[in-house]
């Protein structure tokens, strides 16, 4: 962007100096100074071409060590000539809106300039994904059990309408699946079917209708199927490579499995197939028992048993899902407001919850979430995006700079406690409820109380009075 902005400077330089409309100025530009504090870039006077117009082509520039404007004109070369690009100063915008002043470039080509150079100073942003699973079996908690064609269709109906509103309010969704799914998908995704999915299945459909807002990734049990089958069988329904592990034990340091992903792995079922991830998501425990990994950022793995460290020779990048639910958002951007994150880094956080439990209502729950935070979106301190985003973004616009920030939970790393004390335990003035707890909201007798996630698979049930788990906030309802 920096060497648009010399480019266009050079361009603009010419017609301030050539153009013969302005040639009765000339004598106006005599020791004309821009100096920039860094490279000391300076245009002098008794530098100016002749009053004959000069054609100026943008790809002609020449990069080099510094701006000369020599007597002659005969190329652009001889005129411009820039190289070793560094930072100009915020006080080259007061400098050229000095010649704007003078009538020698317009006001509007100096405000393209200026918008179109940025700023180098990073944003301390949250960027927010809805993750979802689809599981090897099909679970208590599946209000549709797409095993069966009559849940499938359902489900594949209420999969379309959220599909649909992700996209249409520019939030973000992971949609991440094991076998059983796309099993179903094959089997059932036919003739007449297709009709309101362009004549394509459902899970490719969902690829190709907004990858910036959804994207379609592997999830694998591995008991039956691993991840490069998983992976295999959704390039044979259309979908391609997300090059992301949705979910995997990192904990107890025997049992976890991530580290394998360092190098490419082949499938089970498929041993003729090979696939190599980069990403992580979903670091859990077995049958989440806990603790769960409850960490907001991005940074590279080191090593089995220090995973929550960051390591820059590492390949794998972890993509942190914080709390796994709303109260992740309103938990970050409620320090991001009180000055508590660090300054420039980027925050994670997923609104994780299961495609089989998906209903009009938990649908319309999704949505509700989506619109409650809009004017965060506005102000940039809350960014919907998919994991892959977010990685490139870390990389692009963030430097790949680590940030390993963790709830309030005991998260074990290198023989240490890694959780911290709130200094309270009221889970709505900051504190985060423990693994398969959640903050009972206000308004409620039990309000700032963490109380039992009716989602967990600890035997716990909601009682009578409130026999409905809510699959997105873990709370019982009538």
Request: contains cysteine.
């Amino acid at each position: 962007m920096k060497k648009k902005m010399f480019l266009l400077m050079g361009v603009f330089l010419l017609l301030i100096f050539c153009s013969e409309n302005n040639s009765d100025k000339s004598d106006n530009l005599k020791d004309i100074f821009v100096q920039d504090v860094d490279n000391d870039i300076n245009i002098q006077e008794d530098v100016l071409p002749s009053d004959e117009d000069v054609l100026v082509e943008a790809d002609d520039v020449v990069f080099s060590d510094e701006i000369s404007i020599t007597d002659s004109a005969d190329s652009v070369e001889d005129i411009i000539d820039v190289k070793d690009i560094t930072e100009f100063s915020d006080d080259l915008s007061d400098d050229i809106r000095d010649i704007s002043d003078n009538g020698f470039v317009t006001d509007d080509a100096v405000n393209d300039v200026i918008t179109d150079t940025g700023s180098d100073i990073k944003k301390t942003r949250i960027f927010a994904t809805f993750v979802s699973h689809n599981e090897e079996n099909i679970q208590v908690v599946c209000t549709n059990d797409f095993s069966k064609q009559a849940g499938y269709l359902e489900n594949r109906r209420l999969t379309h309408t959220l599909a649909r509103a992700i996209v249409e309010k520019n939030a973000a969704w992971n949609l991440q699946t094991d076998w059983l799914y796309l099993d179903s998908v094959k089997k059932w995704d036919t003739g007449s079917v297709l009709n309101d999915t362009d004549g394509k299945n459902i899970i490719k459909y969902l690829s190709e209708l907004s990858p910036k807002n959804i994207v379609i990734d592997a999830h694998a049990h591995e008991s039956k199927y691993n991840y490069a089958d998983v992976v295999f069988l959704l390039q044979g329904l259309g979908v391609k490579d997300s090059k992301l592990v949705g979910g995997f034990i990192y904990y107890p340091y025997d049992k976890e499995v991530w580290t394998r992903f360092e190098n490419p792995v082949s499938g089970v079922n498929f041993p003729q197939f090979s696939w190599t991830a980069d990403i992580l998501w979903g670091a859990a425990t077995s049958l989440h028992q806990g603790p769960d990994s409850r960490v907001a950022g991005l940074w590279r793995p080191k090593d089995a048993e220090h995973f929550h460290e960051h390591s820059p020779e590492r390949r794998l990048i972890n993509v942190g899902g914080y709390t796994g639910d709303e109260q992740g958002i309103a938990d970050l951007l409620d320090k991001l407001e009180k000055g508590e994150l660090e300054e420039g880094k980027m925050y994670t956080v997923g609104i994780f919850f299961n495609q089989c439990t998906l209903t009009d209502e938990v649908n319309n729950s999704i949505i509700a979430i989506i619109d409650k935070y809009k004017q965060d979106v506005e102000k940039g301190n809350l960014v919907w995006a998919t994991l892959q985003d977010i990685v490139r973004i870390w990389k692009e616009e963030y430097s790949s700079e680590p940030v390993i920030f963790e709830a309030k939970t005991e998260i074990p790393d290198a023989g240490t406690d890694a959780g911290y004390d709130s200094g309270t335990t009221n889970c709505l003035e900051g504190y985060v409820c423990p693994q398969n707890k959640v903050c009972c909201p206000k308004g409620l007798p039990c309000a700032g109380q963490c109380i039992d996630d009716c989602r967990a698979d600890t035997g716990f049930k909601c009682p009578p009075q409130a026999p409905k788990c809510d699959p997105i906030t873990g709370l019982c309802g009538a």
